[in-house]
Each structure stands twice: as structure tokens, then as C-alpha cells.
């Protein structure tokens, strides 16, 4: 047993009932008084050490606890709960009662009358000085206490005893080199007081209402002792100030605040009310909402300044804005959304550095070099910064930035490359097919290259070991034109394909290929096509298809921006599922890029008139018709040709997002081979039941080792979104776990999700929290 508090009564007790056998009787009784009931909280516990341990008070006979007359027959083993061995002195309790009340001296209560004979029949367990034990003397007691250093100021006196129960079995060495005073106490009977304060501060009196009373009281006296503040709904705003200003105590509780400000969203009303003029008195410009709203107010106004200055000025003026606004993006206000400026302004200046930089252009090689190492990051940038926006007038600010800055790179990039194709187009009009590779083929539409790159930082933070390559897509740059080039179908195409809406022909039967005949061809190469992972055949090599970008692009234009996490998580899940099957690599392909320019990109004059078939960048134009447009063979028949808008136009006003034409952001295409760290051939694991038993779930599965995790989330990819109790996520032991949730949750909607080694989620359930 520790070296505790229950242990030093125990051996109190014992030497208690010591005596010298040859001049004394051995003691009838020992006698614990307990005038200011001290040790109630904590006398059951002893009790059930300390056979024999009877207690003065109401008739509880399960408790062995009653009036002075029951307890003379217990020590006089006439009752039958009076079982304790014989050799075991009993102990009589007696709470609220001191060794002076019983002295006959002074007058007896009626009630404690037939005890007092035990003053000369037993003995009475006291301190060396012949006081009661308290639990501050048993405390620091060096000989037969636990010798610790307690401070003796009244607050810690006072806690004391509400403390005992959370001090009473630890071992002293979890003492041995602390003072223990009022806040030590403090931190044990209200551990959670910092997200307490900021819960009363989110929420105010009811809050307060759902504490139980002993712990409304504490959490009063702790707020009035340790942060100088007194929890009344009148003094809220006062509070918020004392949390924004940082000092003392309080500047723990504002980290705990900027670490999850999302929690206590009813804070940031607060702090605009403490300081309304937006002047801190302290240094802590951090803290106060009004003082990022003023700073976020005038970059906006500097912002919309630069596209009239001379490009190289705003280019420098862009990084000065960025570097004096980056502390910003460390403010619970970005996290809050209410910083966009402050992180546009970071991808804006590192945009505008790409963009108005030299690039080579001699070579159709040069060029691709280049948009590899240098030129996709002016995209990410752009595309980063239009998604960080979301107001009317931010986006004002960062849409001019974008065309006085990114739009002339953008142009003078694509008319750059179109000269090139011009003189020789032999690597996009008949470009290797990348079909089939690997054993599991994912095509995801409209992947541009910058994407890929984010997506592939991603995966080999996670663990994944990926390979990045990169190549063209098929002309033009159409799904019906460039999807077939990346599956295993290419090979099965007829060369001499005619037009249908850029859909080539297959050359055993001469069907288009429609999206039936694509599939019935892709089974005739030996490819499944998969709609669900957990149909994937375990012997045959597989093709699915994922993302919506291009759809998402025409329809919200630029919006399509705040849908790239949302994809991602899409594609990681994919993968997962994919990978825990057993599948080794997986080809990760796609068609094409895109172009996305805000207030939309210019437009080309073509005569419907003049066209077969007319797209937003390319057409077919009629034979005989004279046009000045570029022309290229189409990649699945070199004999007939495409006509294409020159740089990033459109046959269309107003348009912003775009592809079917000819620029490296829609025809330099990335293909990924990716592969878990952990990957291994193994039977797919699978959840078989799910059953709860009141706020517990048991699961059983199949296939899934010692070791993998269950976890109930909210949001599937999301582990923050977790309802699990348990601080470590629980095990799958022999194909069985437990989940328990709080009851808060019940009646929730929640993912149930098995994880293996990697934390990767290997099977799914949908569930309802107390089922």
C-alpha cells in the first residue's frame, strides 16, 4: 500500500492498540474524536482497511454507524454485524465530537454518556501533544504523519478538508517536493478552472447553474482568490478584459483560449466590448478583435491601391505588407476567420514574385522545366489567396492585386507556349498514353499540377512514400479527349477515330466511347472498374474514378477554390480504402488542367458561323473556313484538327474558369504512384457488429489485428472530431473492442471508424451514439 494518509491512520490505529501486557489490560476500545469531522469525507474508505471501525451517528447498521448504546453492544459482540476477528481492538469513530465532551468533569450529553467509560476501559488515538488528529497534523506530522510542507494560511486551512478525498490514498513521494497551499488544492478539487472561466465567460449563468453547489462555491472562491475576479454575470465584460490584458494568471487561461478559440465563440463579443477604442494599454494587440479589425481594414485600403502603381512597386510594397501583417496569422483572429487579409496578402506577395520574374521560354522543354520547379507555385499562390477571402470588398482587394499582377503572367506564359506548339506539337498531338499502370488505376478529373503538388505534401506528411512525375494531356484538353489517353483503353482506340464531340471511337467495333463502352472496355483489359473499395475484387487490377473539380469550376467559378480540402479528404479516404485492401501501388491519374482567372477571362471573337462544334477554347471549324487561330491534330486522329483561342481567352464573355485549351495550367498534367509505409497483402478488415449497451459500444470485426484503434467521430477525416471518452483512442483486441461516449453525445449521428497502424481508416459504420 502507498505511503498515504490511509496508510499513517492504519499504523496510528495499530500503535494504539499497543500496551504493556504485564501492567496494563488490553484496551477495551480506541477512541477516535473527530471535533470539526475532518475525516467524514474519507471514514468509509477506512473502514473498509480497518476491520472493526464502528461509527457514532444515525443507525446505518450496513455502515456499522449508530447511537452510543448500538455501539456498546458492538463492542460487546452482541449484535451480529459485530464480525471483526477477535484479536482486532475495535475502534469507535466519533465525528463532531472532542476528548473534552466526554471528560465527566465537565457535563456529558445524554448521548455520549454511555461512552464515556471507555475513557478508562480503552484508550483514544491522539497526537504526541494530546490533540485530535487533523488532517493538516497528520499531514506534516514528521514522526507519524507524512512530514510534507503545508502552508498554514487560512485559505489552505480551509481547503483542506474539501481536498482530502483527492489527497487521501497518493503516495507522499508525489509530495516530496511540493509546498502544498491553496492553489495546490485548488488545482486538485477544480482541475478544469481555466476552461471553466472561459466556459462561464461563453455561456454566463447558466454555466454556473449546471455546476453542482459545492463546486459553484469553489469555483467562486478560486476565480476571487487566484485571478482577482468575482463570477457574476455583470462583471463579464470586466473579466474578458483582465483576459485579454494577459497578466499574471490570466495569461495562462488566454492560451488555453487561443488554442481553441472555436470553443468559446461568445468571447471574441466580449473582448470588442473591453476595449472598444482598440488602444491596449499593455502590448497584448493580440487579444483585442477591434485592433485586427483596424489593421485588416487598412491592408485593405493599401491593397487596393497597388494594381495603380508600377508593377515592380507593388511587387515590393506587396512583400512589406506581408511581412508586417505575417504575426497576424498567429492571431486567434485568423483562426476565426476574421484575418483574410492578413493571410491573402502572404500568398499575394509570393504570387507576385513568380509571376513577375523572367522565365525561359527557347523550348517546349525549358518551358516545362520551368512551370515544374518555378511557375506552379504563382498558381498555388493565386488559387490560395482567392480562398482565403470571402467578403465583397476582400475580394475586390486581392481580385485586382491578381489581374494587375497574375493575369500578364498568365497571358504572356500561355502565348509563350502556344509560339512553341506553333513550330512543332508532336509531345501534346501524340503523347505517350500512361495506361495502366500499377495495379489499382484512380483517375481524378481536372487535377491540376499545383493541386497535385499540395496533395502529394500532404501524403508524405502522412507516411506515404510517393512518386511525383509529370506529362501532357491529350489535345485538346477534354475530358472526352484526355481521360481515355490515362486509362488502359488508350490502346483499344481507333487512330482514325471521327469527331463526336471530341469522343474518339473504339477500333474493334467503331462505337464512341461513351461511358458504357469505356467501361465494358476497361473489363475486356482486364481493369474492374470499382465504385466502392469494398467491392474491389482481391485478383484483378482496378480503375476508379474520384473528384468533382470540373463540375465545381463551371458551376461556382471561383468559389471552386474553398472545395480543394474537401477533395483532398475525398482522395485520402479513397486511398486508404484502397490501400488496406491489399492493394500495393495505386496510379494516380489525371486528364487536365484548368484555368481559373477572377472577373473572367478575355474573350475571343469565332463566328458560330465558322464552327462544326465550338467550346469555351477550342473548336472545329468548318472546312473552307478561313481562321487565324492556331490549329493542331487531334490526338486521336492526326488528320483532323482543332482550332484554339489564342493565349488564355474564351469563345465566351465572363467566363473565369476554363480548359480545353492551350497553357501549361491546363495541358502539363501530374501523375502520382503512391504507396503506404505499412502497406502489406492482406484480408480486408472489416467491422462485422456494432451494439451498445448504454453509452458503451461493442464492436467485433473481421481481419483486423491486435493493435488497430476504433474511434467515433462526427466528421469522418477528421480526428479532432472524435466523441471518444478515453484520452488514448481504444484497441482491437481479438477482432473485439469497446467505445465508451459521453452521455452528451447520445442520439448523435457518428461514423464508427477502424484505424490500423498508420491511422488509417480501414473500415467504416454508420452509427447512432447510444444506438
Known sequence: MPDSLLQRILNGLRLAEQHNVNVMVRPEVILWPDPDRQWEPVIDQVQQHRPGLIRLGHYVPQQLQGPAIYLKC?????????????????????????????????????????????????TVWLQE?????????????????????????????????????????????????????????????????????????????PYLNQLPPDKRILFAKVCRSRYGVEPVNGQMVEVARQLGEQRGNWSAVWQ???????????????????????????????????????????????????????????????????????????????????????????HLSQM??????????????????????????????????LASVRSLSDREAVNGIINALYRPWLENLAVKFQALLAQDATALTNPPAHAGAGDFVLFVDALRYELAVDFV???????????????????????????????????????????????PALATSGKALTTANFRTELTRQGFAYVTNT???????????????????????????????????DQLRETLDGILARGVQQVTLVTDHGWLLLPGGLPKADLPAHLTETRWGRCAVVKEGAKTSLLQLPWRWNPSLFVAYAPGVSFFKAN??????????????VPMLRIESANAQPVKPALIRAVRWVGMRCVVETENARDGYRLDMRTKLTDASSSVVVSAELPTVRANKGNIFVDDAEEGKAVQLILLNEADQIVAKQLTTVGG
Not at 105 to 115: A, C, G, I, M, N
Not at 474 to 493: G, H, Q, R, Y
Open 74 to 122: 458492538l463492542v460487546g459482540r452482541t449484535l451480529p454485524e459485530a464480525d471483526w476477528p477477535a484479536e482486532q481492538i475495535p475502534v469507535i469513530y466519533l465525528p463532531g465530537v472532542s476528548r473534552q465532551m466526554l471528560r465527566p468533569q465537565k457535563p456529558v450529553s445524554p448521548e455520549l454518556r454511555p461512552l464515556v467509560e471507555y475513557l478508562y476501559t480503552g
Open 129 to 205: 501533544n494530546g490533540k485530535e488528529w487533523t488532517v493538516l497534523a497528520l499531514l506534516t506530522n514528521a514522526q507519524n504523519g507524512l512530514g510534507l510542507r503545508v502552508a498554514t494560511d487560512h485559505a489552505t486551512r480551509e481547503t483542506l478538508t474539501s481536498a482530502l478525498p483527492s489527497l487521501f490514498l497518493e503516495d507522499r513521494s508525489a509530495y516530496d517536493r511540493t509546498i502544498i497551499d491553496a492553489d495546490f488544492l485548488y488545482d486538485r478539487l477544480l482541475p478544469d478552472v481555466v476552461p471553466g472561466i472561459l466556459s462561464w465567460l461563453n455561456e454566463g449563468e
Open 256 to 346: 488555453y483560449y487561443a488554442n481553441a478559440p472555436r470553443k468559446f465563440p461568445a468571447i471574441a463579443l466580449l473582448l470588442q466590448q473591453a476595449l472598444p477604442d482598440g488602444k491596449p494599454t499593455n502590448g497584448t494587440a493580440e487579444s483585442w478583435p477591434v485592433v485586427n479589425k483596424l489593421a485588416e481594414d487598412e491592408l485593405r485600403v493599401q491593397l487596393l491601391t497597388l494594381p495603380s502603381q508600377p508593377v515592380m512597386a507593388a511587387v515590393d510594397q506587396l512583400a512589406t505588407l506581408a511581412r508586417d501583417h505575417a504575426h497576424r496569422q498567429r492571431w486567434v483572429w485568423a483562426e476565426l476567420g476574421q484575418a483574410p487579409l492578413a493571410t491573402a496578402v502572404q
Open 352 to 385: 507576385a514574385d513568380v509571376a513577375t520574374a523572367p522565365f525561359p521560354a527557347q523550348t517546349l522543354a525549358d518551358m516545362q522545366a520551368y512551370y515544374r520547379q518555378t511557375g506552379h507555385r504563382a498558381d498555388r499562390a493565386m488559387r490560395q489567396a
Open 457 to 503: 505534401e500532404r501524403l508524405r506528411g502522412a507516411g506515404y512514400r510517393v512518386e511525383l512525375t509529370d506529362g501532357w494531356s491529350a489535345l485538346p484538353s477534354l475530358t472526352p479527349t484526355a481521360k481515355p489517353a490515362v486509362s488502359p483503353v488508350a490502346e483499344a482506340i481507333d487512330p482514325n477515330s471521327s469527331f463526336e464531340e471530341f469522343r
Open 534 to 568: 469494398s467491392t474491389l475484387p482481391a485478383e484483378q487490377q482496378g480503375w476508379q474514378e474520384i473528384g468533382d473539380i470540373d463540375r465545381k469550376g463551371h458551376e461556382e467559378g471561383v468559389d471552386m477554390v474553398r472545395r480543394v480540402d474537401e477533395l483532398f
Open 655 to 668: 467566363e473565369v474558369y476554363a480548359h480545353g485549351g492551350l497553357s501549361l495550367q491546363e495541358c502539363f
